[in-house]
């Protein structure tokens, strides 16, 4: 209810105002300019925005049961849903307002099974489709390809993974901008304007980062996984080391917040060792409701305050 009634949330505006545009413009192409493809065929053939609204949304919900479903203990299902909603700024909340990307994770959910089975000829087709959504989803294949493994973690994979953490804490963020800019200019144009200023982290948010990777890590070795806890706790890992890159987490983090959700949860069914258990939990939780809490009230998220639904008069 909470998507399929909104009517002001973030860019919802925008997509409404685009929608209409893609009706009334008969040269297919030429609105394809302003949007990916797919989201914009998807515009073309529904006849109505509530509807878009609709089918998002379900859409949406279908996903993150799935994933819930494949990932997460029926056992624990609660806790999955707490994290869920105490991290609504790169959850529902997000999914509910970011129209295109929401679109875009949302079949990218539906890739875990295959990723961890090294399906990739399905996972590449799958991540194709969502790109025609919104380009960012390209990023997916790369990392799901070399980061997905469904093994134990080795001690040498381990110290790799923390030296890279070292790497990205002390590296500016503006360095890393210089080199990827080029590439972005090249073959997203569209999302420049993100590369323009940006900032590095907080020292709350490196440290939290710090303590949900060792954490992880931790749990990666010395605990005894299966094959998709093991996919789905290395690509958790992304989530986390996310906060060391700054302002250019915002991507990153919302395409594997789900990720990082479904290994907290087995983390919290499966580790024997009860002062750890709970104080990973309770540190992710006081971890994610902050930075919603952050992200609302910061500036960033803004738009979030003035939701509104077609109820509201």
């Given at each position: 209810?909470?998507?399929?009634?909104?009517?002001?949330?973030?860019?919802?505006?925008?997509?409404?105002?685009?929608?209409?545009?893609?009706?009334?413009?008969?040269?297919?192409?030429?609105?394809?300019?302003?949007?990916?493809?797919?989201?914009?065929?998807?515009?073309?053939?529904?006849?109505?925005?509530?509807?878009?609204?609709?089918?998002?949304?379900?859409?949406?919900?279908t996903a993150y049961?799935?994933?819930?479903?494949?990932?997460?203990?029926?056992?624990?299902?609660?806790?999955?849903?707490?994290?869920?909603?105490?991290?609504?700024?790169?959850?529902?909340?997000?999914?509910?307002?970011?129209?295109?990307?929401?679109?875009?994770?949302?079949?990218?959910?539906?890739?875990?099974?295959?990723?961890?089975?090294?399906?990739?000829?399905?996972?590449?087709?799958?991540?194709i489709v969502a790109?025609?959504?919104?380009?960012?989803?390209?990023?997916?294949?790369?990392?799901?390809?070399?980061?997905?493994?469904?093994?134990?973690?080795?001690?040498?994979?381990?110290?790799?993974?923390?030296?890279?953490?070292?790497?990205?804490?002390?590296?500016?963020?503006?360095?890393?901008?210089?080199?990827?800019?080029?590439?972005?200019?090249?073959?997203?144009?569209?999302?420049?304007?993100?590369?323009?200023?940006?900032?590095?982290?907080?020292?709350?948010?490196?440290?939290?980062?710090?303590?949900?990777?060792?954490?992880?890590?931790?749990?990666?070795?010395?605990?005894?996984?299966?094959?998709?806890?093991?996919?789905?706790?290395?690509?958790?890992?992304?989530?986390?080391?996310?906060?060391?890159?700054?302002?250019?987490?915002?991507?990153?983090?919302?395409?594997?917040?789900?990720?990082?959700?479904?290994?907290?949860?087995?983390?919290?069914?499966?580790?024997?060792?009860?002062?750890?258990?709970?104080?990973?939990?309770?540190?992710?939780?006081?971890?994610?409701?902050?930075?919603?809490?952050?992200?609302?009230?910061?500036?960033?998220?803004?738009?979030?305050?003035?939701?509104?639904?077609?109820?509201?008069?």
């Amino acid at each position: 209810m909470f998507g399929v009634l909104r009517t002001e949330c973030s860019d919802y505006i925008i997509y409404e105002n685009f929608f209409y545009w893609v009706k009334n413009t008969p040269d297919f192409f030429s609105v394809n300019e302003r949007m990916e493809m797919g989201f914009t065929f998807l515009n073309r053939v529904l006849p109505s925005f509530r509807l878009l609204i609709v089918v998002t949304t379900l859409l949406t919900c279908t996903a993150y049961f799935f994933f819930f479903y494949k990932t997460i203990p029926p056992k624990y299902s609660w806790l999955g849903i707490t994290f869920l909603f105490i991290g609504g700024d790169k959850t529902f909340y997000f999914m509910f307002s970011g129209v295109r990307n929401a679109i875009a994770i949302s079949i990218l959910l539906m890739t875990i099974t295959l990723i961890t089975d090294r399906r990739w000829l399905k996972v590449l087709i799958i991540s194709i489709v969502a790109w025609t959504f919104h380009s960012s989803a390209i990023m997916f294949i790369p990392l799901a390809l070399l980061i997905g493994r469904n093994v134990s973690m080795t001690r040498r994979e381990s110290i790799i993974w923390i030296l890279i953490m070292i790497v990205l804490i002390i590296t500016p963020v503006n360095s890393i901008i210089i080199r990827i800019n080029p590439f972005v200019s090249s073959y997203f144009e569209r999302y420049e304007g993100y590369f323009v200023e940006q900032r590095d982290s907080g020292t709350l948010a490196i440290f939290g980062g710090v303590i949900l990777s060792v954490f992880t890590i931790y749990h990666l070795r010395k605990t005894q996984l299966n094959a998709i806890e093991n996919t789905i706790g290395r690509l958790a890992l992304l989530f986390n080391y996310s906060y060391f890159i700054g302002s250019l987490n915002v991507r990153v983090s919302q395409y594997f917040v789900l990720l990082f959700i479904a290994f907290s949860v087995n983390l919290y069914s499966k580790e024997k060792d009860q002062f750890l258990k709970y104080a990973y939990v309770a540190f992710s939780i006081l971890f994610v409701a902050y930075a919603f809490y952050v992200g609302s009230f910061s500036g960033i998220y803004s738009p979030f305050i003035s939701y509104k639904t077609s109820l509201d008069f």
